[in-house]
T-cell receptor, first 114, second 114 residues
Framework: SQQGEEDPQALSIQEGENATMNCSYK?????LQWYRQNSGRGLVHLIL?????REKHSGRLRVTLDTSKKSSSLLITASRAADTASYFC??????????????FGTGTRLTIIP | NAGVTQTPKFQVLKTGQSMTLQCAQD?????MSWYRQDPGMGLRLIHY???????DQGEVPNGYNVSRSTTEDFPLRLLSAAPSQTSVYFC?????????????FGEGSWLTVV
């Protein structure tokens, strides 16, 4: 199964509400990243949290990391219609030169209802 | 600054045909990679490169070839297309080979093998 698995697979909320997505992983990581993908488009990097960090903010985004539970959450506050997209977590277990170990989860499909 | 550019956007191949997906980046990034995205599977790494002349296999390399003759270009070759290679392919790049640098994705190439 995937190193990173998002939960829930799909989420629908009213515009203005907060959206929370979770990511669980299996092995120790160097960092965890969240990406957004609009339908038919490429992935866009949102935020990165390192293994020695517990919480990080970027605008309306808040990411937490609990390495003891091997889990992360992405909170989007005051959601907007433009936030409708799929969100992926990606775990990075490699830090050596040439050692690419970025593994993506299967994503959460977020729909914001106007 | 175009970022990461992939061509073609859409392609239909017959089983056994070969083709090359093109990827170019204009950010002078050392690291480039190819992923495939299948429903319910997340993104899986096919091949990657940490610089011109250096390539390595990712998670699902079988049936694909890559080369990196220049910093800018990283083509992905399908040697003998199979229906199992029907997927969306994403090229990505990042500065340096250090874990944690932002990864930039292309817009994707939709490939159907019949």
């Amino acid at each position: 199964s995937q190193q990173g698995e998002e939960d829930p697979q799909a989420l629908s909320i009213q515009e203005g509400e907060n959206a929370t997505m979770n990511c669980s992983y299996k092995t120790s990581i160097n960092n965890l990243q969240w990406y957004r993908q609009n339908s038919g488009r490429g992935l866009v990097h949102l935020i990165l949290i390192r293994s020695n960090e517990r919480e990080k903010h970027s605008g309306r985004l808040r990411v937490t990391l609990d390495t003891s539970k091997k889990s992360s959450s992405l909170l989007i506050t005051a959601s907007r219609a433009a936030d409708t997209a799929s969100y992926f977590c990606a775990t990075d277990v490699g830090s050596n030169f040439g050692n690419e170990k970025l593994t993506f989860g299967t994503g959460t499909r977020l729909t914001i209802i106007p | 600054n175009a970022g990461v550019t992939q061509t073609p956007k859409f392609q239909v191949l017959k089983t056994g045909q070969s083709m090359t997906l093109q990827c170019a980046q204009d950010m002078n990034h050392e690291y480039m990679s190819w992923y495939r995205q299948d429903p319910g599977m997340g993104l899986r790494l096919i091949h990657y490169s940490v610089g011109a002349g250096i390539t390595d296999q990712g998670e699902v390399p079988n049936g694909y070839n890559v080369s990196r003759s220049t910093t800018e270009d990283f083509p992905l070759r399908l040697l003998s297309a199979a229906p199992s290679q029907t997927s969306v392919y994403f090229c990505a790049s990042r500065r340096g080979a250090i874990s944690g640098n932002t990864i930039y994705f292309g817009e994707g190439s939709w490939l159907t093998v019949v």
